[in-house]
């Protein structure tokens, strides 16, 4: 009987990284006043503005992969904070667009270096942001992301096993 523990699946460690790296930008952000949340919304907003774009609160939805409904509510908090402005589309009356206000766009610049810090800080053991391992990493990642993901149905006879 072996003592040795079992090695950790794939799914394992994506969730083990997915919360050290929220967790360190929670910690991170805390000095700005933003959450790993918020922080993802205002960079991601900063990016579509800086590309022409102001989103809707459901764009940024599926542009970050948050739900529209957190979105919503993370969008009302950032707006109470003076970081942004969210105003209805003329031209759609259920739609909100979002764009950063003055101080938003000053708070993500900062946060934006001090999270590209971070990030080479955790890349380190692969090289660094810039080094081949971290392209193929983040190739990797991105193959990850892309594949579809949808429920196994019940009772489909092609998700069921058979045994020789």
Do not use: C
């Amino acid at each position: 009987m072996s003592t040795s523990s079992p090695s950790p699946t794939p799914g394992f460690l994506v969730w083990r990284l997915a919360n050290k790296w929220r967790v360190a930008v929670d910690r991170a952000m805390a000095p700005l006043g933003l959450t790993h949340a918020q922080y993802s919304l205002v960079a991601s907003l900063h990016g579509l503005q800086r590309a022409g774009e102001r989103p809707s609160q459901r764009q940024l939805a599926d542009h970050t992969g948050l739900e529209a409904l957190y979105v919503s509510k993370l969008a009302r908090a950032l707006e109470s904070a003076g970081l942004i402005d969210r105003t209805r589309d003329p031209r759609d009356p259920r739609a909100v667009r979002l764009a950063l206000t003055e101080q938003g766009e000053t708070v993500t610049r900062q946060a934006i270096v001090v999270v590209q810090e971070l990030l080479q800080q955790l890349l380190e053991p692969l090289g660094g942001l810039d080094a081949p391992r971290t392209r193929a990493f983040t190739g990797e990642l991105t193959a990850l992301l892309d594949a579809p993901l949808a429920p196994p149905v019940p009772n489909d006879e092609s998700n069921r096993r058979t045994t020789p």
